[in-house]
């Protein structure tokens, strides 16, 4: 029993470390980002976080994709056949191509008419619009950098998009600074230098990534037959593992766009203050976007040689083994959000409404993270999108946003208070999701022959 649990978590480990850097790094990014921007007020931080959501809603819809991809990429690793996942990543790329096409044309036509229904402050409006005009040159390199680096995780290959990620870091952040600031006789370019050090470091990351799966031959080098091929005993399956994981992504995208636009109506004050806190929420929760790729890699290659009784007992351990980490991480955020806050320059209101809601989130985090690993990780390592999508359809847009509509507007409370009550749908989600893996249904072969 001894080495069976050493063994689990070397493999959590080998897997979840590298993917938690990069994730957390990439998060860190993401709040140096903000830090930077949150030096040109509010207004400013109000209009990238309002900007973003538009791209929030196509990256993860991409993601979902990969993700997707990636479940079968795992199991065919199980089965040893190496081959299909180029013919698997080509029909990714099919499908992704179509998506981008949508995300880029409606970020560039209709930015400032979709960002008119978050807020009103015709200032925000015209600077989040420049933000999603500029931001969709790079959604082509996110695809890119998603599919290639779903695949190589699957096949054990983690650490090394973990480095090529540090690259795309390191780059973004000088380039951040340069831009938005202005060094030498590069101009200060304030928000929209941000956006482009952003775009730069995007196709930066997609280029490399091509390059060296080309010339290292890994499982997933796309070639043009890879990409003409047409089978649909291969590309069904995908759809329909897929199809609901992008959607149950979009629906959770949309949802937090809504959650924004309820903010975002509330006030410019009360919206710069949330967007304070997503640095510092997607910080933390990055660690466990390793272990919900441990789950599903670990979990998928089992299903993918039959060994069912084995997946069910890494099941339970994630999520048992996600709630008590979740605890003490917890601590640490309520601990931390102090100092955080006094990085930003920002007025004593917003300083003490981003407070609050940090302290929140932190409460909040145990059940979030257990509810993440446990969909994405446990459940989606099977194929069950459709239940967890199902399950998000209907406690994000059934229960969760009409509650902060009529807690916003209808009851007039704090911004706080709404982020309590459109939060309860969390512990819906947990018993439903607890009931679901227990059940053992999810625990399918998907590439069986």
């Not at 699957?154 to 990620?165: C, D, E, K, T, Y």
């Not at 949309?254 to 806190?277: H, N, P």
Request: glycine share 8%; net charge positive; proline share 3%.
């Amino acid at each position: 029993m001894k080495n069976a649990k050493k063994s689990f978590l070397k493999e959590v480990w080998d897997i979840a470390l590298p993917v938690s850097l990069q994730s957390v790094l990439q998060f860190a990014l993401s709040m140096i980002d903000q830090i930077m921007v949150g030096q040109l007020g509010e207004t400013v931080i109000a209009s990238v976080g309002l900007g973003s959501r538009l791209s929030f809603i196509f990256l993860v819809a991409i993601i979902g994709l990969a993700n997707g991809a990636g479940v079968f990429v795992a199991q065919f690793w199980g089965r040893n056949e190496k081959e299909k996942i180029s013919y698997l990543l080509g029909d990714l790329f099919k499908i992704g191509f179509l998506v981008t096409i949508i995300g880029v044309g409606i970020s560039v036509a209709f930015p400032h008419q979709i960002l008119s229904m978050f807020s009103e402050d015709p200032e925000v409006i015209k600077l989040g619009g420049l933000y999603q005009q500029i931001i969709a040159i790079g959604f082509p390199a996110a695809l890119l950098s998603a599919s290639y680096s779903a695949s190589l995780r699957s096949i054990g290959q983690a650490n090394l998009v973990l480095r090529i990620s540090l690259i795309k870091i390191v780059v973004n952040t000088v380039l951040n600074y340069v831009l938005i600031f202005g060094v030498g006789f590069i101009p200060e370019m304030g928000m929209e230098g941000a956006v482009w050090a952003t775009v730069v470091a995007m196709w930066l990351e997609a280029i490399i990534l091509y390059i060296l799966v080309r010339y290292k031959q890994f499982p997933g080098d796309i070639k043009w037959k890879h990409l003409v091929h047409f089978d649909k005993d291969m590309l069904l399956p995908l759809i329909s593992i897929s199809a609901p994981l992008v959607l149950g992504e979009i629906s959770w995208a949309m949802g937090e766009t809504g959650y924004s636009m309820i903010y975002g109506r509330m006030g410019t004050v009360d919206i710069a203050a949330m967007t304070i806190t997503i640095p510092l929420q997607v910080l933390f929760f990055g660690f466990f976007t390793g272990l919900a790729s441990a789950a599903a890699i670990l979990i998928g290659y089992e299903l993918g040689q039959n060994n069912f009784r084995k997946a069910k007992l890494y099941g339970n351990k994630f999520t048992i083994n996600t709630f008590l980490v979740g605890i003490g991480m917890a601590v640490f955020i309520a601990l931390l959000s102090p100092l955080y806050i006094r990085l930003y320059e920002v007025s004593p209101a917003v300083s003490e409404l981003t407070q609050i809601l940090c302290w929140i989130f932190a409460f909040l985090f145990p059940i979030k993270m257990t509810n993440y690993i446990t969909a994405a990780g446990v459940l989606r390592s099977g194929g069950d999108t459709k239940f967890t999508t199902s399950l998000g359809l209907f406690s994000t847009w059934l229960f969760s946003i009409p509650l902060g509509v009529v807690a916003a507007f209808y009851f007039d409370l704090p911004i706080y208070w709404v982020y309590v009550v459109v939060s309860i749908e969390e512990y819906l989600r947990l018993s439903v999701y607890i009931w679901r893996k227990n059940t053992g249904k999810w625990a399918r072969n998907l590439v069986k022959k």
